[in-house]
């Protein structure tokens, strides 16, 4: 199993700057990738950004030269610098893990909410 815990969301002015936490606990040598979706509300959840076991990172559109996913292996820690929010980043934000032989995005943790104000 894997647990993960997220930290780090509030409410931000336009243009202003979050950085997220994901601490990962439990089968960590598992993992061979980890990221972060967010849901708003009356959408489908997307994936953000993610970051491979080797630290291959990819990002949506969306954010592409926003924001960076980051770790900290030393502490089993995944981030998310988020800079030049805009309202529409407004959302929770979810950790989530896939361990080797699985398919889908298998560990989550219990969100964080963003909210950028205008």
């Known amino acids: 199993q894997v647990q993960l815990v997220e930290s780090g969301g509030g409410l931000v002015q336009a243009g202003g700057s979050l950085r997220l936490s994901c601490a990962v606990s439990?089968?960590?040598?598992?993992?061979?990738?980890t990221g972060w979706y967010r849901q708003a509300p009356g959408k489908q959840r997307e994936l953000v950004a993610s970051?491979?076991?080797?630290?291959?990172?990819n990002y949506a559109d969306s954010v592409k030269g926003r924001f960076t996913i980051s770790r900290d292996n030393a502490k089993n820690t995944v981030f998310l610098q988020m800079n030049s929010l805009k309202p529409e980043d407004t959302a929770v934000y979810y950790c989530a893990a896939r361990k080797s032989g699985v398919v889908t995005w298998d560990s989550w943790g219990q969100g964080t909410q963003v909210t950028v104000s205008s």
């Open positions: 970051i491979t076991a080797g630290g291959t990172t």
């Open positions: 439990g089968r960590i040598f598992s993992i061979i990738i």
